[in-house]
């Protein structure tokens, strides 16, 4: 089983741009999670979908959209990169319920210009 | 909402000592708290958790005391060694069903 998968592991974004982030587990878990990781600030919940065809803001989504595509994917997208949003994003999964561990993906580091 | 403090941000100690985080939490419905640990380059692991119906945890050098009526929990590594160096994040679940991390720990082992 490979887990959590992100992708890309890296990319450089000029301010205005767009891209979506990838994730996908093969672990059949129902909720899946984004995070973003700033020095200093610990992991802060972008979004989450706690079931496939639903999705939620966490505590910070604004600049953000997500797509649940189906059971093992969860995509991020910045439609209007900004300097603010360069950090380390994080996409994990779980069982269904907060009770239950949460897997990590390795991460994407996103720098934007 | 919850909010979770975590200290000390940076901890260094001697190879084979102990080594001590604390956390402090707002939510008193909170009844979940985990411990994630983070290697340089990867994503968050769970390395514990306890639930709020027990005061203490152990697993093998991994212990985690809570004590809901100061609202807040702690991480004991004993005989620490060079793997254990890492950044750990203690959280807690809240009234609203999410998970909400510390800040996090820096924990370096000196040789």
Redesign the interface.
């Given at each position: 089983n490979a887990g959590?998968t992100q992708t890309p592991k890296f990319q450089v974004l000029k301010t205005g741009q767009s891209m979506t982030l990838q994730c996908a587990q093969d672990m059949n878990h129902n909720s899946m999670y984004w995070y973003r990781q700033d020095p200093?600030?610990?992991?802060?919940?972008i979004y989450y979908s706690a079931s496939e065809g639903t999705t939620d803001k966490?505590e910070v989504p604004n600049g953000y959209n997500v797509s649940r595509l189906n059971k093992r994917e969860f995509s991020l997208r910045l439609e209007s990169a900004a300097p603010s949003q360069t950090s380390v994003y994080?996409c994990?999964s779980s069982l269904a319920?907060?009770?239950n561990?949460?897997f990590?993906?390795?991460?994407t580091r996103l720098t934007v210009l | 909402g919850e909010n979770v403090e975590?200290h000390p941000?940076t901890l260094s100690v001697q190879e084979g000592d102990s080594a001590v985080i604390k956390c402090t939490y707002s939510d008193s419905a909170s009844n979940?708290f985990?411990w994630y640990k983070q290697e340089l380059?990867?994503?968050?692991?769970?390395i514990i958790?306890i639930?709020s119906n027990v005061g203490e945890k152990k697993d093998q050098r991994i212990a985690v005391t809570l004590n809901k009526t100061a609202k807040h929990f702690s991480l004991h590594i004993t005989e620490t060694q060079p793997e254990d160096s890492a950044v750990y994040?203690c959280a807690a679940?809240n009234r609203d069903?999410?998970?909400i991390?510390?800040?996090?720990t820096r924990l370096h082992i000196l040789p």
């Open positions: 959590v200093g600030m610990g992991l802060r919940l966490g994080f994990a319920g907060s009770y561990e949460q990590f993906g390795p991460g | 975590q941000s979940y985990p380059g990867k994503g968050p692991q769970l958790d639930r994040f679940r069903d999410k998970i991390f510390g800040k996090g």
